[in-house]
């Protein structure tokens, strides 16, 4: 027999085998439900904490042998199987919505938002015509336009992007092109550098937007940090005239809300007013501190945002939304149209039978674009803005009292920072082998007390009972430290400070520091 028939026929077989128990797979979907459901899978329950570890942590080669993580050209697993292969996943994964999960700049899920990612994966939709997301169309500009609203743009304009970096580098885009239109369809060919100026502690985003779209890394100017971690108004007029004197061209200035360590937030009216001397276009990278927004008692942290030509926020961070949700807005009504849009005669037909102004893809760089609105349009829905801007408060409050309680183990910690202006609170453990008189603190311990974090740490994944990110801040010349960040979820009382803080030393006591 042809063996071109027999790899038809086989062929064949296997499609409708498929086609056959499509129905039959489906039924995953109830399986995973209900392993999602279990409470041990998420851990947001606070009786839980006590109970289960936040991780199981084991090292790649140990998780390459617990997980078959081979894929083969030939191979199928039963339901159950694959039941167990998702009960596996869940067992090693880190939880994040464990309430003491404080490694990143995001914590536990609101569950509205989650209800939210469960519909929108399940629709699978795409975000560029109204055609094929007519909902999910609309609430994306509604969300928008009311943002646009909340900063003070009376015109303003914006696009969901898939992160904070993209969002920045949204801002440069827009920035060049109104700097230079021609550069969209000639490039950069023949044109004096272009510089843009961002503070040393803001992020490296930044630099990597600049290697990406063709101005050079080196053409990212570092701007010094005052004592608080603020852009320094001076050192930037200074690095302006510095550039302008080399034959450099400066556009852009970046300013930060909420840097990624310390959580400082610049000061906006005066970068502000140094942005219009020079004609530079002025983007805030909220992608932390742009919560403050809907704050109630904290919404000054923001003053002067209103000034600002983009704006980048993700709420994915202190609100609680699910990864990923991450906005990029610009005052400007039509500069991303301008900007971004081509020609795509198939997808973006202009004689089509509803109104394609919510036809919003050709202002993206993207072409198919994950629905990332619903999830934070779901959660506004359900508590209203102004309930999350208490929560807002609440957190930064939160902050406030971990500092203090800091300070009354003066023995035990120490803070980076005696007042942090966020959530962000950044701190030292100090030993009990190490703790000797201030006069005795000499270059050799403070190189040892920044070994302390990177071993509590280590203690922290094995042990599962809590997790606090650490940092250097090069800035500063200071080597590790402590860097807990605390989100609208959970809502953390007194108690739940106490514990952290006594973890902490319980791990730190575990540790073994070189002499």
């Not at 007390?449 to 997790?467: C, F, H």
């Amino acid at each position: 027999m042809d063996g071109t028939s027999d790899s038809s026929d086989s062929s064949t077989s296997i499609v409708d085998g498929v086609r056959k128990r499509l129905m039959d797979d489906w039924q995953i979907l109830q399986h995973v439900f209900n392993l999602v459901q279990q409470k041990q899978t998420t851990c947001v329950d606070p009786e839980l904490w006590h109970q289960h570890k936040i991780v199981d942590f084991k090292q790649p080669n140990e998780l390459k042998k617990l997980i078959d993580l081979t894929i083969k050209e030939r191979e199928m697993h039963t339901l159950p199987q694959i039941e167990q292969i998702c009960q596996q996943v869940i067992q090693y994964s880190v939880k994040t919505s464990h309430g003491r999960f404080h490694n990143q700049l995001f914590g536990q899920m609101d569950p509205f938002g989650l209800a939210g990612a469960w519909l929108t994966e399940a629709l699978n939709g795409s975000s560029y015509t109204f055609e094929v997301a007519p909902v999910f169309s609309l609430i994306e500009t509604e969300v928008i336009s009311t943002v646009c609203r909340l900063i003070g743009y009376n015109h303003g304009d914006g696009i969901f992007a898939p992160g904070g970096s993209s969002s920045n580098m949204y801002g440069l885009v827009l920035a060049r092109y109104k700097h230079v239109p021609s550069v969209k369809r000639t490039g950069m060919f023949g044109m004096r550098p272009l510089v843009l100026f961002t503070s040393e502690d803001s992020h490296y985003s930044l630099k990597k937007a600049a290697h990406w779209l063709g101005i050079g890394v080196d053409n990212c100017i570092s701007v010094s940090t005052n004592d608080k971690g603020q852009l320094s108004l001076d050192d930037l007029e200074s690095k302006i005239q510095e550039a302008k004197a080399r034959g450099c061209d400066p556009f852009f200035i970046n300013a930060t809300a909420g840097t990624t360590v310390l959580g400082a937030f610049d000061d906006f009216e005066g970068i502000a007013d140094v942005a219009e001397r020079h004609g530079l276009w002025l983007h805030v990278d909220a992608a932390m501190g742009g919560s403050a927004l809907l704050a109630h008692k904290n919404r000054s942290l923001l003053k002067g945002l209103e000034r600002a030509d983009s704006f980048a926020w993700n709420p994915h961070k202190t609100l609680g939304v699910p990864l990923q949700c991450s906005m990029f807005l610009t005052r400007e009504s039509d500069l991303l149209s301008r900007c971004n849009s081509v020609e795509a005669s198939y997808l973006f037909q202009q004689d089509k039978f509803y109104d394609i102004s919510y036809d919003t893809g050709n202002k993206s760089v993207q072409c198919g674009r994950k629905i990332d609105a619903f999830k934070f349009w779901l959660m506004l829905k359900a508590r209203g803005y102004g309930q999350y801007g208490h929560l807002v408060d609440h957190a930064i409050d939160m902050s406030r009292l971990l500092e203090q309680k800091l300070r009354e183990r003066p023995d035990s910690f120490r803070l980076v920072l005696d007042k942090h202006e966020y959530s962000n609170v950044c701190f030292w453990y100090i030993p009990k082998s190490m703790r000797v008189a201030s006069s005795e603190e000499t270059a050799d311990w403070w190189t040892r007390l920044y070994t302390v974090a990177p071993k509590i740490k280590e203690q922290m994944a094995y042990s599962g009972t809590l997790m606090v990110g650490y940092a250097p801040l090069s800035s500063r010349k200071l080597g590790n430290f402590f860097r807990m960040v605390l989100t609208c979820f959970p809502v953390v009382e007194s108690d739940e400070l106490d514990f952290v803080l006594d973890e902490i030393e319980r791990l730190g006591e575990l540790c073994e520091y070189q002499l």
